[in-house]
């Protein structure tokens, strides 16, 4: 290995023998190994089993861009030694600050999915075809929360992706689960995850919605649920949607109108993934909110504690 590819190479081995205690707790094989740790290698390094996903940071304008490219081949060239796998199963993704409706384009189209575990949950997952892998790593404990609390509850999963949360619900015992997502094709995937924890769909809904107006029709149906889970994108303007949707500004409305479906003493689990992100208080001065952020990040994303802010937002007794 080049100097700078064995400098990558040993910070990698540094970071995963300081996770082995707490990944053999974990009851995971998916976990985030590096995260820019070295500024001048500017990448996130995300383990999947036997496979590596490796995210560029988009480079800042000043540096030359043959040294970014050089870096980044240091990085590809640590990779399969620092963890002992083949060069083909690492998967490079180059982010660019994402556009409009690139956000959720596909990328590729190899189909390759692959089995993960997660606590009691198997999930699949596919680093080539999406931007990102069909599971967020750093809402581990969240999830992991959501199936401790959601055993004979009916769990509302809002924004719900490849509805991980909900089969985390599902095998925690949910009575039901109700996953709502404007994508069919993570709907699908949703679908699939569930069955390959062997449960059948009876008790468990995927809807197709924008989920501003699913939940502004839903005030005036009769469901109501013990336990919602909401993890809006910060920023949306796909082409299904009317309004272009925007986090900081919204959130109160959603949290509302999400409110108005969960029946009294139960809890919205909200949370979100920007960084200048500042709940409005004052607005939503009627619910009891307290700020789990802290306890809801993960020991592999230590380092990078605005990854997302997550609260519980209950009726006031």
Known sequence: LGEGAQMVCNRLQKNLKKLRPWLKKQKTNCYRLYDADMPEYAVAIDVYD?????????????????KAQNRLRDVLDAVPVALNIDRQQVVLKQ?????GKRQYEKQDKQEQFFEVEEGDCRFYVNLTDYLD?????DHRPIRMDIAQWAKNKDFLN???YTCTASVHAAVGGARSTTSVDMSQTYLNWGRKNLALNGLADTHHQFIQADCTKWLEQAQQEKDRYDLIFMDPPSFSNSKRMLDIFDVQRDHVKLITLAMGLLRPGGALVFSNNLRRFKLEHDALNQYEISDITVQSIPQDFARNSKIHQCFVIKHSS
């Open 133 to 137: 892998s069909g599971l967020f790593l």
């Open 158 to 160: 809002l924004f719900s």
């Open 95 to 99: 982010r660019m600050v994402q556009k």
């Open 50 to 66: 036997k496979w590596v996903h490796i995210q560029e940071y988009a480079p800042p304008k000043s540096v030359d861009p043959e």
